[in-house]
């Protein structure tokens, strides 16, 4: 039982800034990792950006320097900071979870938020 619920989306003119969060809820073991992905119409749903446990994190080619992904482990929530941002960064951004809800049992599942619209203009 996870929820995730994301916010910090908007409208933004090329070159600013945005900052995601996503917070998840729930009654769960672990959290594995977390990360953002993002969909524009026309396009498949592609990797953004994650991190797993140990910090160890990992980013799409077109958006690295640009972009950071952060957590806070005491309050369950990854950030994505996204500075210099391009009309091409437009798209509806999911948070997504791997989570292991049981101590009992290995059935690790993914979870993601709701989508948080990011609009880039020119």
């Known amino acids: 039982q996870v929820q995730l619920v994301e916010s910090g989306g908007g409208l933004v003119h090329s070159g600013g800034s945005l900052r995601l969060s996503c917070t998840a809820s729930g009654s769960f073991f672990r959290i594995n990792a977390m990360g953002w992905f993002r969909q524009s119409p026309g396009k498949q749903r592609e990797l953004v950006a994650s991190?797993?446990?140990?910090?160890?994190?990992n980013y799409a080619d077109s958006v690295k320097g640009r972009f950071t992904i952060s957590r806070d482990n005491t309050k369950n929530t990854v950030y994505l900071q996204m500075n210099n941002l391009r009309p091409e960064d437009t798209a509806v951004y999911y948070c997504?979870?791997?989570?292991?809800?049981?101590?009992?049992?290995?059935?690790?599942?993914?979870?993601w938020g709701q989508g948080t619209q990011v609009t880039v203009s020119s």
């Open positions: 991190i797993i446990s140990d910090s160890s994190t």
């Open positions: 997504n979870a791997n989570v292991r809800v049981s101590i009992f049992r290995d059935n690790s599942g993914d979870y």
